[in-house]
């Protein structure tokens, strides 16, 4: 879908947006993380124009096309926003921006094929790199019973044979989704590591640590200045070594720390613990590529 919209390149619109893109993309390998979301909003009345001109010439590939380089237009500016996020230390609010990035290039990945998706495939490497920095580990996941859907785009129910439509597809720039209208119950909150959406985080409401404790592995990461849209992995390894805090006696004695108990019974229960040493990786640049 990517390589298809620039075929229409003789529509002046289009050839504006392919400008637009190649200009981003410079800007993004400069470094120049500034406002970061102006082009897609300046990109979205001509998306507007190109999907009413491919609808009123009867061209349905143009009107899905466009949809998916919005979608492309908005992964380069949302990574924008993510080294903002970053570079001023707003780790929070960067996951979301993390998992929007994901989220779209999973969904232009849906609607391109692989040898069309540019630098896309190495973007999700990267990121997924960045994932594995972040503290979250386990998330929450609703359970509920849906007693009615419909499609975005018929209104009908997906399952009924009235509906032409099919779940996650495009049809005429537009994704034909499924609308939940009524829920009959909420039955539970699941805690889970590999949910669909990782925005639910699980954090604890009394966590008092500063913002460099508790993205420590993220912060460590960033303070070693690494270029950014550079590929990188992390080996870890893991040793278990004595904690300096706990003073050794015989297994028998009390426990120095006062409680009363056998060494053996208390501190001796946490003499040791696991440490893990992260050794980075560095591999190659993303180069950005023309349209």
């Known amino acids: 879908m990517l390589k298809c919209f620039f075929r229409y390149s003789d529509i002046p619109e289009v050839a504006q947006i392919n400008d637009m893109l190649f200009h981003k993309k410079l800007r993004l390998q400069g470094k120049d993380f500034?406002?970061?979301?102006?082009?897609?909003?300046?990109?979205?009345?001509?998306?507007?124009?190109?999907?009413?001109?491919?609808?009123?010439?009867?061209?349905?590939?143009l009107a899905n096309a466009q949809y998916v380089v919005s979608l492309y237009m908005k992964l380069l500016c949302q990574l924008s926003s993510y080294y903002k996020s970053l570079m001023e230390k707003e780790y929070r609010e960067s996951w979301n921006i993390l998992q929007d990035c994901l989220d779209l290039a999973f969904w232009i990945?849906?609607?391109?094929?692989?040898?069309?998706?540019?630098?896309?495939?190495?973007?999700?490497?990267?990121?997924?790199?960045?994932?594995?920095?972040?503290?979250?580990?386990?998330?929450?996941s609703t359970e509920m019973i849906i007693t009615k859907s419909e499609c975005s785009i018929c209104g009908k129910p997906f399952q009924s044979?009235?509906?032409?439509?099919?779940?996650?597809?495009?049809?005429?720039?537009?994704?034909?989704?499924?609308?939940?209208?009524?829920?009959?119950?909420?039955?539970?909150?699941?805690?889970?590591?590999?949910?669909?959406?990782?925005?639910?985080?699980?954090?604890?409401?009394?966590?008092?640590r500063t913002k460099e404790e508790k993205f420590q592995l993220l912060n460590e990461f960033?303070?070693?200045?690494?270029?950014?849209?550079?590929?990188?992995?992390?080996?870890?390894?893991?040793?278990?070594?004595q904690r300096p805090d706990i003073k050794i006696v015989e297994r028998n004695d009390k426990c120095p720390c006062g409680s009363g108990k056998k060494f053996k019974n208390c501190c001796g229960q946490d003499l040791y613990y696991e440490h893990h040493h992260h050794i980075i990786h560095l591999r190659e640049h993303i180069l950005f590529q023309k349209n």
């Open 222 to 241: 960033l303070e070693q200045q690494i270029p950014a849209f550079q590929l990188f992995s992390i080996e870890i390894h893991k040793t278990r070594r």
């Open 34 to 61: 500034s406002e970061p979301n102006r082009e897609f909003q300046e990109s979205e009345p001509l998306f507007k124009c190109i999907k009413h001109y491919a609808i009123e010439n009867n061209i349905e590939e």
């Open 109 to 140: 990945g849906q609607y391109t094929i692989i040898e069309n998706r540019y630098e896309i495939p190495q973007i999700v490497d990267l990121l997924t790199g960045y994932e594995s920095l972040y503290p979250y580990k386990v998330f929450a």
């Open 161 to 208: 044979l009235d509906c032409q439509h099919i779940k996650g597809n495009l049809y005429w720039g537009e994704v034909a989704l499924e609308n939940v209208t009524e829920i009959k119950e909420f039955q539970a909150v699941a805690m889970v590591s590999h949910p669909l959406d990782k925005r639910c985080v699980m954090e604890l409401s009394d966590d008092t």
